[in-house]
């Protein structure tokens, strides 16, 4: 595998993965150095270009300058704009140097993006280690000035939960003048509102969260269009968690769902942390059992 290669296998990898921690826990498809790779501080390497909180367009290409503090320390750098494209480039000569890429932002989706780079050397006797860097990621935004014309969501035309902490991820599509369409609930320019928060409400990236028995609306409204989502919180007993009115085997059946995936509760609200302790665990289960309204937890 020739350096540049290697340098563009590991972007590709941590950009799919999200961060640099992650990469790591793939270690099963990574080689040994580039495992050591994830694992490195921070380097002599900087993107200079863009500032932070700088604005992109979708699918527009951005100027990224990387400073290398040691061009003679690596072999290559690349730059990489998450979710985006990624260059990578030899290193010829030392000193400092400042290196220009162009990439494309992604035209799929607004909101927070983030551009980095990663640097390379590669072993120059047996035994001897890659040197590696990254620099630390630049936080930018990719919105779009154009105009919107309708909103979709993904959700059906309304929300009907089975239990307080119950959530469900919104994705909301704009439609815009130009006929594109883009997923937009992570854009700055969103907003959501909730008639009746004490029912349920909206968490950051759109993901809706049932809070207590009752009926409200949820709206979503980007570049002055609007949607509306009718949403539904059953009145329910303790420990229901599938709105049926009684506490069964399909209850606990819940509760050890959340169990398997290690999901912390949504909030001190939350159903499934029937001891309120803050955690949902087997004592959940067993708690719940208590509740049960039919002999040994039957389901009928």
Request: proline content about 7%; hydrophobic content about 40%; some cysteine.
């Amino acid at each position: 595998m020739t350096t540049l290669m290697a340098v563009q296998r590991i972007a590709i990898v941590m950009l799919a993965a999200g961060s640099a921690s992650a990469l790591a826990n793939l270690d099963g498809n990574l080689t040994p150095q580039e495992a050591a790779f994830a694992q490195q501080g921070a380097p002599p390497l900087q993107v200079i270009s863009p500032a932070p909180g700088a604005v992109v367009e979708p699918g527009g290409v951005v100027r990224v300058v990387v400073r290398v503090a040691q061009a003679n320390r690596f072999d290559a750098v690349t730059a990489v704009l998450q979710d985006g494209t990624l260059e990578g480039r030899p290193l010829t000569g030392g000193g400092q140097q400042d290196l220009e890429f162009f990439l494309q932002a992604d035209n799929r989706r607004l909101g927070p993006s983030k551009v980095s780079a990663w640097a390379i050397r590669k072993p120059r006797n047996p035994g001897q280690e890659a040197d590696s860097a990254f620099a630390e990621p630049v936080p930018i935004k990719i919105e779009t000035e154009r105009a919107v014309t309708a909103l979709e969501i993904s959700a059906p035309r309304s929300l009907h939960f089975d239990f307080p902490g119950d959530q469900y991820p919104l994705t909301v599509t704009g439609i815009f003048e130009d006929g594109s369409r883009m997923v937009i609930q992570d854009s700055s320019r969103v907003n959501f509102s909730e008639a009746a928060e004490q029912v349920a409400f909206v968490r950051p990236g759109g993901v809706v969260v049932a809070f207590g028995g009752g009926s409200t609306t949820i709206t979503v409204t980007y570049g002055g269009k609007s949607l509306q989502i009718p949403v539904t919180v059953p009145v329910t007993i303790p420990g229901d968690l599938d709105g049926d009115k009684d506490v069964d085997e399909d209850d606990l059946n819940v509760i050890r769902a959340a169990i398997q995936v290690q999901q912390a509760p949504t909030g001190p609200f939350d159903a499934r942390d029937v001891n309120k302790n803050g955690t949902i665990t087997d004592a959940d289960v067993e708690a719940l059992r208590a509740l049960c309204t039919r002999p040994n937890c039957a389901t009928f």
